[in-house]
């Protein structure tokens, strides 16, 4: 390789074959750069047989692209959270590569959070600059469960992460709201090394096949409800819209692609609408934008935080799709969907929502021009943000550790 080629070294938990969410961004980024020539990727991921769910998702290893496996803590902790599982495999194995191969930057994505203690760790021991990617806040978090535990631990999660970040080149957050979140609780610190680069969609990804529902009117939602999201609302909504417009199950149903979560169909069956929603369990993400093609409405369901960056948006987005969003009127989501143009918002009230949903019925035949995928969102796009903070890494580095 020429001597002026980009070293780049990627810790991520979650990647391909794992098809969780998680995966996701991480998988994009390595899939774009990867085809930069002047880019080499080594990857530093976990074993394929921790992953509980896997996808046909993979990438075939090159001269310029190679991916390390490690193993796991195997002891039983009270914590569930997989980075401190990790930790006492990922820094042994980073300090032995990092003897033998010289990288010019480093790059690590959470969740799992605990592994980030790996990045100051190893900078310190080989002077490599890093970049520390947050898919969600950690020690800002306001979805955090307040347990005992989480309690006890919330002193040692900030040591970690203050470490983490006062020693990282840049930080990522996937939103401004995030970002500025950040900013706030850091402002000792440069305010020009917080950064957002947003999730998205890969276009690419887009010419899966539509898969088309059976049924007169179907809305879809993509994902987990979780523990912060109240779908009871929703379903409320959608018992007295199906009453008031006499539809029976074949004219309307409501699907939720992904994992099965017991409050959700308990939901639907206290709004007497059980036989008009469907859960599909967990698709491949083909078959997930087959399902979005073949709905005429999209569903997000907010958990009420300015800063939530629901991945979903994206696919609806790029996909054209009407959505009708249950979210804050500020925040990331309503920026995103009035810049896109093609969405309702509405607070968490039944007779809004069920305002919203006549409105996307009565317009469902009616002849539109899709809405356009703001270019921000493109996955691609946002690989070549990176690629460029990589660089200013590389270049600030001390030239005689890049020999």
Known sequence: MAENDLKVLVIAYYFPPSNLVGAFRVQKFVKFLSREASVSIDVVSVDENLYRQKGASRFAESEKLKIHRTGVFRGKLPVREEGIYWLPKLIPFLAALTR??????????????????????IKRLRAIPYILDFRDPWSLSPYRKKTHLNKALFGLIRLIEKSAVKNASYVLNVTDDATAMYKEEYKNLDPSKFLTIENGVDTEDLTAPEIKSPYGFTMVYVGKFSDFRDPEPLMGALGAFVKKRGLVPDDFRFVHVGGFEPKVAKAAREAGIEEYFENTGYLDYPEVIGRIKGSDLCVL???????????KVFDYMALGKGILAICPEKGFLADALTEYGGGKMVPQGKEEIGGALEYFYDARTEQKSAPILPEKFRRDIQAQKLLALFRKCANKRAPERRK
């Open 100 to 121: 033998k191969k010289k990288f010019d930057v480093l790059y690590i994505t959470g969740n799992p959070f605990f592994s980030f203690l790996a990045a100051p760790i």
């Open 301 to 311: 369901v907010s958990g009420g935080h300015p800063y939530e960056p629901t991945t």
